[in-house]
């Protein structure tokens, strides 16, 4: 048991330090010459010089790894081109915000999808689970970019029930939960779904039956258990669409997330605090799937004792 | 069951070939050049003249419509060909040849896999001069992992198939082996993978457009047209709905095209 | 309980993990709406920009926003009324004693947010800091190069010293004075620190909202809190206004949709013509601009009145030059540039630009106009490139977000720009804007702009103290503006506010200051 979260642990730290080596050294696969188009047309030579000392271009492939490195390590992610200030002071200030979002969209997720997926697979072949499929296959298919303003024309302006945007006021979290969640839910169902579907038929659950234990009980205390495994992975691995879902989410609803602080720095192309987003993305990614390996070897015996 | 697939794979392949052929034939459903704004034309409702009416800079939505779907559909068409061509010849390699060709890609992927999302595709895109090629590129820097996998995998477990440790063992050579006999085994994965990827990209162009990071010419793609629809969404609410309609019915169709091959793939084998 | 048995009985966890799980989420999303103190709805006024506020120190809060922040915060020797005219505020009177000397005597009521009134010291300390040659010197430094000493008399009394007559400078004191400690010292990055001596302080500022809690308790007033929440996109604000979320917003929506906005019942519109000019702008670096005939062929080139009617709907008048018809300075004999394409293809063949291409079809040059995201100002932007496309001139825009173009402008990266002029009070704005010696970061020169006559009729004008010898000298500054085109003058936008209508006696102000909000009263229970 101990050597595979030591494993796990251990395959953690390599890969964050790529990741903080690649986020460093980012610029340099972008085609043609970043700095240009940074410093707009027009700009003068001098002015695209500083540029690329402020962005450390001007030093050696290593320094700059090595500089962006030890900046992690003391949570310094370098400073914002246009507004001067510290990046992790501009995330920080909005990360908070952007957690309740991603939270409140994954708690939603588990709330609404396993219920309808194992209906789904318990009603297997009747007109509830063809629906069920349907409007996932819909929720899969539409862009949240467009579900978002339709939610705010039905419920905000043609029923006025909720706010329009922003963060303020409890009802303000409604739509963009909705909305983010939306094709996170179309998913899950669907592996819940076929999850509970294969689990149904297998063998213990037909001892269990022909043991007279009633049809909720097979199904919590032994479906579930199973099909939690297959759940918690895809949660983990959707999580990167979450993370994209949230940038879109929040410039649309006004969201003022770490999500609209990327969005604003691709307008204003201010190199220093999508660099620092990316790489707070990849590690929460990172941490998130961590947790995710975690939380499956808690659930399921059968991989702690393999791993022994 | 053999009705059900039929009745999506129709619906799913009419749909879609309707918007092509539309978006193709763009300049037949329109008098309209494209991108022609008239200020004096703003705002205007649905009429005869415009048929969805006319946006904030007084073009034609209609028009826009169709010359931003030959945008859209084409570069998301081309970013699946590109990286599925890309991915798929490095995974038949890497399967293949193993040894350290394998070992650098698996690890290259396992370190692209560890940035989520398209948040690699967005940070490309936002650095370089915003064209068409540009957000082909971006896409495919993220898109040739998935079609790379699934190759290598398929090839890893057919070159242990008896035909292949023959042919090897009559002296075939491994480049011919490799083309005449395992690339056409791999040809129908490769074939639906496509076909599940393309709605990711095609979701993935419009979301990048959508953010500001398509190509910025007359005509505006899809993504670009709803980000201006949000901005008058009392006025002309066509605006903010239209574009996102076309999105969905073009990737709601692939999928169920997709969906009825797997189930008739799950089928057979 | 489970966290416990979670090392050893996983799988009986499963459940009551889940419900952890479930109450947590549910405490957090409740929680999420009732992190922000909310004051009461019936003394909180709720307005929305556009931009934030960059910065609350006064020394150094030049551009419109936060100016109006200042207004609230902040108090000033003189301060504007209504209709643009100046009225004293924290000075009780200001007198000339000679041509040179300046006395001002001080209120004794007003305070800082520390209790601590206001006094001379602080005025003096506020007046050296600028005129003088910090680290970090503030841009609005060479208004007060002729102020040469300040005198202090007595707490109340103090006396300004200049090296030459200097007609126009009580205009100039409505800078906000801050304490003496903290007006010498560097600018004040945090706004929750910089305190002001005027009616309300900053209680909350984030990255979406500004709260402003009034200072002393003052029953008579309905109004308390000031809460300005921070809205990006212009269709959010129109939204807001129309579910009663916002009691006003002004100026920045589409007049598209102020026709609409009428019919709403929990709404009410005011309009005002306001103290602002929108212009289009050179940069004289350039060497396709730098020729005259160029910017002439574009003035030519723009119909002004077809933008005015469809884009403003008619709520415009145009713009000869940035001070108004009504100003007592405005030229009288400047006429409104008409529209006429031919003569601007015309200039343009003169100018050495013909038409391109095998049949002349193929546009005679490429420009690059950059504006911000505010949706009318692109929309112009948009217009006026099918403008300048009628007469061969490939006009490409690039909209930007307001920090980045703001930066990019001063810096002198931009070809042509399109901005407005607003709150301008006299018309030593022209030196501000076009003096050779007002290039950024010490002025509003942004394009370059450089006539050694113009400079001449500058210098003159602001050391002249006879009003008819000034309006003569002003006079000819206008002209020679007129005919060398530093920018395209378009047209004057008239103000508008829309309200909620539980809100009384609002009064919009010239310059498009919200100084009205404060003494504004509330209709009970009228929220829908």
């Known amino acids: 048991m101990r050597t595979y979260l030591l494993k796990r642990l251990l395959y953690f730290i390599p890969i964050s330090f790529s990741v903080v080596v690649l986020v460093s050294v980012m610029i340099h696969f972008i085609p043609g010459d970043p700095v240009d188009h940074i410093a707009g047309d027009f700009a003068s030579e001098k002015d695209k010089n500083l540029i690329r000392q402020k962005l450390g271009l001007d030093q050696p492939l290593s320094k700059q790894i090595l500089n962006y490195t030890l900046g992690v390590v003391h949570g310094d992610l370098g400073r914002s081109l246009v507004l001067h200030r510290p990046v992790t002071e501009l995330i920080g200030e909005r990360a908070l915000p952007t957690l309740e979002l991603a939270f409140s969209a994954i708690l939603l997720t588990c709330l609404v999808s396993i219920p309808l997926g194992a209906l789904s697979a318990l009603k297997n072949g009747t007109l509830l689970d063809f629906l069920c499929m349907g409007t996932s296959l819909v929720g899969i298919s539409m862009p949240n970019f467009w579900l978002g303003p339709l939610l705010i024309l039905l419920f905000s302006i043609h029923l006025g029930w909720l706010p329009v945007a922003g963060r303020s006021g409890p009802g303000s979290i409604v739509l963009p939960t909705l909305a983010l969640s939306s094709s996170l839910v179309a998913v899950l169902v669907r592996v819940t779904r076929t999850s509970f579907l294969e689990h149904l038929h297998e063998d213990y659950v037909r001892t269990a039956r022909s043991k007279g234990v009633n049809e909720w009980g097979v199904f919590f205390k032994h479906v579930l258990k199973n099909a939690a495994i297959t759940i918690t992975t895809v949660i983990g ?72 | 069951m053999k009705t059900k697939h039929d009745v999506r794979l129709i619906v799913g392949a009419v749909i879609l070939l309707i918007i092509i052929g539309v978006a193709v034939f763009a300049p037949l459903w329109t008098h309209y050049p494209a991108g022609r704004m008239d200020i004096r034309q703003r705002l205007l409702p649905p009429s005869s003249e415009h048929w969805l009416g006319t946006d904030l800079k007084g073009i034609d939505i209609w028009t826009s419509l169709l010359y931003g779907a030959r945008i859209s559909l084409s570069i998301s068409f081309v970013t699946v060909l590109i990286s599925t061509v890309i991915g798929s010849s490095l995974g038949l390699l890497a399967g293949y040849y193993r ?89 129908p994965i490769i074939f639906t993978q496509m076909t599940t990827s393309i709605s990711g990209i095609i979701l993935i162009e419009s979301g990048l457009s959508f953010l500001g990071l398509g190509p910025k010419g007359k005509i505006p793609t899809w993504g670009q047209l709803l980000s201006e629809g949000r901005t008058v969404i009392t006025e002309s609410p066509i605006l903010a709905i239209a574009p996102g309609l076309a999105i969905f019915l073009v990737v709601f169709s692939v999928n169920l095209i997709g969906d009825a091959l797997r189930d008739d793939a799950r089928g057979m084998s | 309980m489970c966290l416990i048995n979670v090392l050893f009985k996983p799988y009986r966890c499963k459940s009551s993990q889940l419900s952890i799980f479930v109450i947590l989420g549910i405490l957090i999303t409740i929680l999420s709406g009732c992190t922000q103190k909310s004051p009461p709805l ?44 100046s009225k004293n505020r924290l000075a009780s009177e200001i007198k000339w004693i000679d041509s040179k000397t300046l006395e001002i005597t001080l209120r004794t009521s007003m305070r800082f947010s520390n209790q601590r009134p206001v006094t001379a010291e602080d005025v003096k300390a506020n007046y050296e800091f600028l005129r003088g040659d910090p680290a970090d010197p503030t841009p609005i430094k060479s208004t007060f190069s002729p102020l040469t000493k300040i005198e202090v008399l007595s707490p109340e009394k103090l006396r300004f010293y200049f090296s030459e007559p200097n007609g126009d400078f009580v205009s100039n004191l409505s800078i906000g004075i801050l304490p003496k400690e903290q007006a010498e010292g560097p600018k004040i990055i945090d706004p929750k620190k910089v305190m002001g001596c005027g009616d309300f302080e900053v209680d909350q500022w984030t990255v979406s909202h500004i709260q402003l809690k009034r200072k002393w308790d003052a ?16 269709n959010t604000r129109l939204l807001k206004l129309r579910n009663s979320e916002l009691d006003l917003v002004q100026n920045s929506l589409n007049r598209d949709q102020l026709k609409k906005l009428q019919e709403y019942k929990n709404l009410k519109l005011l309009k005002s013509p306001g103290l602002n000019t929108a212009y289009l702008a050179f940069q004289f670096e350039d060497p396709i601009l730098k020729n005259r005939k160029v910017r002439q062929a574009i003035s030519y080139a723009i119909d002004r009145k077809k933008i005015m009617d469809h884009i ?175 920018y395209i003058f378009l047209w004057h936008e008239e103000q508008f506010a829309v309200l909620n209508s539980r809100v009384n006696n609002y009064e919009i102000y010239m310059d498009g200051r919200l100084s009205s909000i404060a003494d504004v009263s509330f209709s009970p229970n009228q929220t829908k």
């Open chain 1, 237 to 308: 691995l959707q999580f990167g669409a979450l993370v994209t879902g949230t940038i879109i989410t929040e410039k649309v609803f006004d969201w003022p997330g770490v999500g609209t602080l990327i969005a604003e720095a691709i307008d204003r192309r201010d190199y220093p605090v999508v660099q620092g987003c990316v790489f707070a993305f990849s590690l929460a990614f990172l941490l998130t799937n961590l947790i995710t390996d975690l939380v499956y070897f808690w659930i399921d015996p059968r991989i702690r004792v393999n791993a022994k």
């Open chain 3, 219 to 234: 029953p008579q007033k309905d109004v308390q809190f000031i809460r300005i929440e921070l809205v990006k996109d212009e």
């Open chain 3, 312 to 486: 403003f709907h008619g709520w415009a008048i145009p713009a000869a030059t940035i001070l108004l018809p009504a100003s007592p300075f405005y030229n009288q004999k400047l006429k409104w540039v008409d529209y006429h394409p031919e003569k601007a293809k015309r200039l343009l063949d003169e100018a050495g630009f013909p038409m391109k291409g095998p049949h002349q079809k193929e546009p005679r040059f490429a420009l690059k106009l950059k504006t911000t995201t505010n949706p009318t100002r692109l929309i112009v932007a948009h217009a006026l490139a099918e403008e300048l496309n009628q007469v061969g001139i490939d006009l490409q825009i690039e909209s930007m977000d307001w920090g980045k173009f703001k930066e990019d402008v001063d810096k002198g990266n931009a070809q042509m720009w399109n901005l407005n002029w607003v709150g301008f009070k006299g018309p030593d704005i022209y030196r501000y804007a076009f003096s050779s010696r007002s290039i950024p970061p010490h002025g509003a020169n942004r394009g370059r702009f450089s006539d050694p006559r113009l400079d001449q009729l500058l210098e003159s004008a602001k050391i002249e103290v006879n009003f008819e010898r000034r309006k003569k000298l002003y006079d000819q500054v206008q002209e020679l503006v007129d005919s060398e085109l530093p």
């Open chain 2, 99 to 187: 040894g350290w060709v394998e070992q650098i890609l698996m690890r290259w992927i396992d370190i692209l896999l560890a940035f989520p999302g398209m948040i690699l595709s967005l940070t490309l895109a936002t650095f370089m001069v915003p064209t068409y090629f540009s957000l082909v590129l971006a896409i495919s820097l993220t898109a040739w992992i998935g079609p790379a996998r699934l190759v290598r995998g398929e090839i890893l477990s057919l070159r242990e198939r008896e035909y292949v440790v023959a042919a090897h063992a009559l002296g075939v050579s491994p480049v011919s082996l490799l083309f005449k006999h395992l690339f056409p085994s791999v040809l």
């Open chain 3, 42 to 85: 019936e003394r909180t006024f709720r307005l929305a920009w556009e931009n934030a506020p960059k910065i609350a120190d006064p020394r150094y809060a030049i551009d419109a926003d936060s100016q109006y922040l200042g207004d609230f915060i902040h108090c000033s020797l003189i301060s504007f009324d209504p209709q643009g005219g």
